[in-house]
């Protein structure tokens, strides 16, 4: 689980929120028996799995009272930039 400024589906994104955002011993969720159907190829007996749930949300109580902190981010044309010089001093990147 993600917050809306991460792009669930770009596993970058993912994993950034979850090196910068998750607490392994808070933020995990372990949900035995979920429903799930033959399609699945971890599935068990009477159509069960079990699940992990992360949660790589920004905290809560943190963002309510404003004492997380912002995200450090480079404009699109100076990202553009960037990869250009680095393209020229270590071939395609």
């Known amino acids: 689980m993600v917050d809306e400024d991460i792009d669930c589906s770009d596993v970058d994104q993912v994993l950034w929120a979850m090196c910068t955002r998750f607490d392994p011993v808070t933020d995990i969720d372990i949900i035995q028996k979920a429903w ?33 902190p912002s ?17 020229k001093i270590l071939g395609s990147v």
């Not at 699945?40 to 309510?64: E, Q, W």
């Not at 450090?72 to 680095?86: F, N």
């Open 36 to 68: 799930s159907s033959g399609r699945d190829p971890m599935f068990l007996p009477g159509n069960f799995n079990n699940r992990i749930l992360i949660d790589a949300c920004v905290p809560y109580d943190r963002k309510l009272k404003g004492k997380f």
């Open 71 to 87: 995200v450090v981010d480079v404009s699109p044309e100076l990202r553009a930039k960037l990869k250009l010089k680095l393209e």
